[in-house]
């Protein structure tokens, strides 16, 4: 096999945010050993799945940089070496011992920042204020790390415009190579839904004239737009997120710990999310319990569309003909929303910012 993209997940987190649906545990500080030996000995069953280079590591969760530092440290030093290596943190978190962990294994950092308004950190429930935000840039930066990167989300309830322009603002004061903007999704049935459904609908109507506004600021302030949510710093190095590429370019991957996703040779695995069950396996010497899916060809077409055309690149269009519609393509390109050439599909500026509602237009 030849998979060149790993992806690590580390579910622990010191409390749930309620808008969170991801795979976490509160707590269980004295597992961190246990699941770190469990991740490193998945990857000793996975290992013939990895190519001789591997292009990218992602340490995600949950808060990577919650774990024990010692920890850390062990995990950090038993996965392959890579081009680009990637570890999630909390501000609240950051130290400077622990950036200097950091630097010495990472090439990357994906700061969780998420707002610089204190009011708005409440309603999602962070435990970092704007202040911790600074300093762990600071921190990081005096580390010697080269690339960071920092979240946002807009589309929080009781957000004003003004408000997003004070984040956006905020964050472009910091200098990141990297910045992630993400309308707030909180799914169904969540803790965050109960508490704030009526004004999540009532915000649902600003959404869109948000993420114009994001868009039109990150890229006046000289950053590329080049994935629906993404932007990085122009200039001479490429600055994009490899690993997150890799998805966005329909790359096999291979995903460890609880909940981790695994996308190989046209199968598709997810572990089972219980990490008792997954500690339990790994002790055995057995891989953790697992959902499999065959992937078909229509269904790996269809999903290189719908990712191909969240970036900025034509997607190349041979063995995709049959998943567009071909009359819808027609009509879309008629209203400047899409643009096709012999070889290559893509979405215009205008159809980005519509996004997902033309791309579902045009899938057969």
Not at 43 to 54: G, Q
Request: aromatic share 6%; net charge negative; hydrophobic share 40%.
């Amino acid at each position: 096999m030849s998979v060149r993209h790993l992806y690590v997940h580390l579910p622990f987190c010191s409390s749930r945010c309620g808008y969170c649906d991801f795979v976490t545990v509160v707590g269980r500080d004295g597992e961190h050993d246990r699941y770190v030996g469990a991740l490193l000995a998945e990857l000793e069953l996975e290992r013939h799945l990895l190519a001789p280079t591997v292009e990218t590591v992602y340490l995600g969760g949950g808060t990577p940089t919650l774990i024990a530092p010692a920890a850390l440290r062990r995990l950090l030093g038993g996965l392959p070496a890579a081009a680009e290596v990637t570890v999630e943190a909390n501000p609240e978190t950051v130290t400077p011992d622990l950036a200097e962990l950091l630097a010495a294994h990472a090439t990357r950092v994906s700061l969780g920042a998420q707002s610089f308004s204190d009011r708005l950190l409440r309603v999602l429930d962070r435990a970092a204020r704007p202040d911790d935000v600074r300093r762990a840039v600071a921190i990081l930066r005096d580390a010697g790390i080269p690339n960071l990167s920092l979240d946002l989300i807009y589309g929080v309830p009781g957000q004003t415009p003004a408000a997003l322009e004070h984040d956006l603002e905020c964050a472009l004061e910091l200098a990141p190579e990297h910045i992630s903007a993400y309308e707030l999704e909180a799914k169904a049935g969540t803790r965050f839904t109960h508490a704030h459904g009526a004004e999540l609908v009532r915000q649902a109507d600003a959404l869109e004239a948000y993420f114009e506004r994001v868009v039109e600021t990150l890229t006046n302030a000289g950053y590329r737009w080049y994935e629906t949510a993404n932007f990085c710093r122009s200039g001479e190095r490429d600055l994009r997120a490899r690993h997150n590429l890799g998805y966005w370019l329909g790359r096999d991957y291979l995903g460890l710990g609880i909940g981790a996703v695994s996308t190989v040779a046209g199968r598709r695995w997810r572990n089972a999310p219980s990490l008792p069950r997954y500690l339990a396996a790994l002790a055995r010497g057995e891989r953790p319990e697992r959902e499999h899916e065959e992937l078909p060809t229509e269904t790996r077409a269809l999903e290189r569309v719908m990712l191909g055309l969240r970036l900025d690149e034509p997607l190349p269009l041979a063995g995709l003909e049959a998943t567009v519609d071909a009359g819808e393509l027609e009509r879309l390109a008629g209203a400047g929303l899409v643009e096709r050439t012999s070889r290559t599909l893509s979405l215009t500026p205008r159809g980005r910012l519509l996004g997902g509602g033309v791309t579902a237009r045009l899938l057969a």
